[in-house]
């Protein structure tokens, strides 16, 4: 069964700590996303990366970075977190290319006080 | 911009009564449209890929169809295991295979 497992469910952090949230895919895929959701906003882009070392900006990436140093792992960095940070992160695989399904982890909510 | 907009932003629905949901999007060429379902807590699973307009994909009570402007997620006699949130996506052909989400359309069906 495809998996892709986030590390931490729920995180508290405070203003200006390093933040790395982790996120392994067990399905051999080459595509991986770090989308950002609030209440409202829906679903928002950071940071995609289509190939291991390989990264582009989504829509919203200032406050964060990437590291996709192996195929099935991609980590999302906040350098200095912010409380404007506090959010649902969800990462994504995208599956076989000619159906476009992304499949998503579990989420990480992380509250940055 | 590639963009995509939900409506309404929350539906209530009595078991039974059937309804549709409406995502409008605008990309540059259309590579392929997505339905997904959100559970409180959990990542969105995945639903339907529409490609052109004129398509329609079923599940069980649900129907998704496809114009050139829209997308509309039909419902017919939900449950309230159908209770979630609805979530819209585009992918364009240009940007690899960045995907673009709506906000969502929050359900709630009463027994």
């Known amino acids: 069964d495809v998996k892709v497992t986030q590390s931490s469910r729920y995180l508290v952090k405070r203003t200006g700590e390093k933040v790395f949230l982790e996120c392994v895919q067990d399905?051999?895929?080459?595509?991986m996303f770090w989308y950002r959701q609030d209440p409202g906003l829906g679903l928002r882009l950071i940071y995609f990366?289509?190939?291991?070392?390989?990264?582009e900006k989504g829509d919203i990436p200032e406050g964060y970075s990437v590291s996709r140093e192996k195929k099935e792992r991609f980590s999302l960095i906040l350098e200095s977190a912010s409380t404007n940070q506090t959010s649902m992160y969800l990462c994504?695989?995208?599956?076989?290319?000619?159906?476009?399904?992304?499949?998503f982890g579990e989420g990480s909510r992380l509250t940055v006080l | 911009e590639d963009q995509v907009t939900q409506s309404p932003e929350a539906l209530r629905l009595q078991e039974g009564e059937s309804s549709s949901l409406n995502c409008s999007y605008t990309?540059?060429?259309?590579?392929?449209l997505f339905w997904y379902r959100q559970d409180p807590g959990k990542g969105p699973e995945f639903l339907f890929t529409?490609?052109?307009a004129g398509e329609e994909k079923e599940k069980e009570r649900l129907k998704a169809t496809l114009t050139k402007k829209e997308s509309f997620l039909h419902i017919t006699a939900p449950k309230p295991e159908d209770s979630a949130t609805y979530l819209c996506?585009?992918?364009?052909?240009?940007?690899?295979?960045?995907?673009?989400f709506g906000a969502g359309t929050r359900l709630f069906v009463k027994a």
């Open positions: 996506a585009v992918q364009g052909d240009t940007g690899g295979f960045k995907t673009i």
């Open positions: 399905m051999d895929h080459e595509n």
């Open positions: 990309v540059s060429g259309l590579r392929g």
């Open positions: 994504a695989s995208l599956g076989a290319a000619n159906t476009g399904e992304l499949f």
């Open positions: 529409l490609y052109s």
């Open positions: 990366s289509y190939d291991v070392k390989m990264k």
